[in-house]
């Protein structure tokens, strides 16, 4: 909620100077969802956030574009890919049942945060590593 009860006394950035200082990660019990919190220093101009989850093998799980966040301390799930089934037609309501996806090995994943500005680039990035468990 930074950006809406704004604080004149924080010191706000210009975009070279704006960057990433916490990245954190955590699985959720079920192996599926990671939740991803992620606190930029206070910005002068909002910047965009590419967010990308890679499995053991540096294959891309799971992706996130947070474009122009309103707040520097932002917290989301991302929901992995590997882990979602597809349907071949959408079924009526009542014939749903819970359907399981193919599972990725259990292991070590990346995930990776890169700040940038259009026409500027990159400015920062930040990645850490997850122990993701074998799904329940």
Known sequence: MDAFF??????????????????????YPDGRRVRVGLELTPFQKRPDIELTLTDPDGQPAASASIVEPMGWKLELTLHSA????????????????EVEGPHPAPGTYTLTAILSYPGLGEVDRRAVSIEIPPAE
């Open 6 to 27: 704004l604080d004149p006394d924080v010191e706000r950035l210009p975009p070279e100077q704006t960057r990433i200082l916490d990245l954190r990660a955590e699985p």
């Open 82 to 97: 590997h882990r979602t089934p597809a349907l071949p037609a959408p079924v009526p309501q009542a014939q749903v049942s």
